[in-house]
């Protein structure tokens, strides 16, 4: 199927051949009629594209900081890495479409193979022949409706949002401020509404739009003469109840142009991308006005329960979900209750697409909406998409990857040995910008969306690198099916799919390998020269620094939270480091009202008779480093900082070594799992080691249920 992306770094805009979307659980399959374009939001993303790397930075200074702190942390090559992967990166583009579902994932109820729905979401609803969309941000249609108008989706319910915001009663008066698309958008809403409506742009154009149309009862140029009193007269001298701010600049005249046209405890709605930053008198303060934001399509957004999972609020609690915004924005349109035909000035077919970015960007003749039409009679065929033919599946190692994400394109794909024994074969990721990028760029001979290409037998080695849920299931499948398994870390997310993988891999004889790539380190293997195996105790910090409580890592069915998705890496390093497995764990967290456990002491008893304390903490200050390790014995003291210096205490002179930059071990743990793939059919860590770790991880989470008891890991 074909897809419209860009590279962010070049701006370059293509059409191009890429896998289905993935349909996973809750998912539907859509084939697109037709996809709206945003001239705001999008039209923004497409020229920050084509502005030079300076005028990028200049755009956005957050991203620039945090370009620098990764640069002081881990050194150029890794931040050369990651900010290269953002711009040579197939970026896609679209959140409004609508179309005919092709196919239903598990789970979905109420949407069948042939129906129409209309689709919504960054990421999801793209200009794409094919798009997959959960079912929370997808509306069932008549079969009679107008599919370009239904395409409008994404913007209406934004818009409805942004009404519902402001609250109003039949008659009462609102200024929308911006007659752009979702300012269109809002006045048809409010006049459906029976409110009393007034349209003020910068633009004439818009203006005379917006009154040709009937959308508004005043519209007005924000620099006419007298505009102020023009809107009091209009209002008896009441003013606005509310302002809705629909407009997209960096200047303030929207915000306190607001707080001077409404009344006195009336309202103002940020529904546009403008500053907040108003003149506290003469208007705000006086008039007690309130400020308030609309986010998005409504509530359920940026919500993983809701949007991924599938799991609504209750019509009693929540009246208005983002969906039920768009089931009544699609009502409106199929009552006739509002006319937006007008709306779509212009019209290209999907392999125009990039003309019509043109237009959007170079602004070289008026519009309001740009409509894509599909091919809707054009056949497709699930199949993998060819890169690279020069690939010989007969080498000793032939390679695939599962997910090909941020830590894979930073750190797994660029160490790969270039060797004639390593074949490079398969790419399967959730985005196929994603995979069909990732395959050229590292030379893979196909992309997929389907794991029927990547467990087959033209593949003997895989790697997982996707997020921590699907670790598990896709292990298991990977060692039932005769291969060798590198997984990124954790290896899974249940105690019940550990054991299930410990019984398969014992049958099939494959090793399985985990990124535990600190023992890789060139520090960590000099630590253990030094002080050889024995009786030691270790203590080691990690100032992990603060992940929001929404974050997928912190959701216990998704990520796994932090014991099980990051903790297991640093037992690994004790384990490594003294030579034996853990038996014995205690832990306690932190109180916290979320109960993340991302405050905690660890206490670990291994089998010689080692110790060692984890203390991983998520309240500390950014400015400390990261890591933190003390090692003792026998007389010699160890102390490991950030992974860039280390200095080893002892009965001669100290050792002392520094870094220019942090070396965790990435690289080397990589080149080592091949080598011992090429040399013994064998994963560099033991299987024993590798269960071991795992096992204690969750052992930790049971001491934690428990109060801090210490609880037996075998």
Known sequence: MQQLTQKLGSGDMVIQELPFPQVGKGMVLVKNHYSIISAGTEGSTVQAARKSLFGKAKE????????????????????????????????????SCAGEVIEVGEGVANINIGDYVACAGAGYANHAEIVSIPQNLCVKLDSSANLKNAAYNTLGAISMQGVRQADLKLGENCVVIGLGLLGQLACLILKASGVNVIGID????????????????????????????????????????CVIIAAATTSLDPINFAGAIARKKGKVVVLGAVPTGFNRDPHWYRKELELKMACSYGPGRYDINYEEKGIDYPVAYVRWTEKRNMEAFQQLLSKKSINIDYLTTHQFDFDD?????????????????????????????????????????????????????????????????QTQNISRVGVLTNSGTTSKRVAEKYKFEFCTSQEKDIFNDNTNTVFIATRHDSHGPYVLKAIEGGKNVFVEKPLCLYEEELDAIRTAQ????????????RRF???????????????????????????????????????????????????DYLTFINGSLPVKVSANALPDPNNLNDAVNILIEFENGSTGVIGYYSNGSKKLPKEHVEIFSSGTSVVLRDFKSLKIYGKGKTISKKLLNQNKGQKQMVESYFNSLLDKGKAPISQEEIFGVSLAAFKVLESLKNGGNQVRVK
Not at 75 to 87: C, E, F, H, N, S
Not at 506 to 515: C, N
Not at 531 to 552: K, Q, V
């Open 202 to 241: 910068v633009s004439e154009n818009a203006v005379k739009q917006a009154i040709n149309n009937n959308i508004v009862d005043l519209g007005l140029i924000r620099n006419s003469n007298g505009i102020e009193t023009t809107i009091n007269n209009f209002t008896n001298g009441i003013g606005a109840d």
């Open 60 to 95: 956005r200074p957050q991203q620039v900081k945090q370009v620098i702190d990764t640069l002081k942390k881990q050194g150029p090559i890794q931040t050369y890495r990651a900010v290269m992967k953002k711009l040579d990166a197939y970026s896609p583009l679209g959140y």
């Open 353 to 417: 697409a990039p003309k019509a970015f043109d237009l959007v960007v170079n602004r070289t003749e008026p519009f309001i909406g740009i409509a894509l039409k599909y091919d809707v009679t054009k056949q497709h065929k699930v199949e993998k998409i060819c890169v690279n033919n020069e690939i010989n599946t007969t080498n000793k190692v032939s390679l695939s990857f599962i997910g090909a994400g941020s830590y894979a394109q930073g750190n797994l794909l660029p160490n790969i040995p």
């Open 506 to 517: 014992q049958f099939s004889k494959k090793d399985i390998m985990i990124g535990f790539n």
């Open 521 to 571: 380190a060139p520090f960590s293997e000099l630590i253990k020269k030094k002080l050889g195996s024995g009786p030691m105790t270790m203590i080691y910090r990690i100032n992990a620094g603060t992940i929001p409580s929404d974050h997928w890592i912190q959701d216990m069915e998704i990520g796994g939270g932090r014991i099980v998705g990051e903790v297991c890496h640093f037992i």
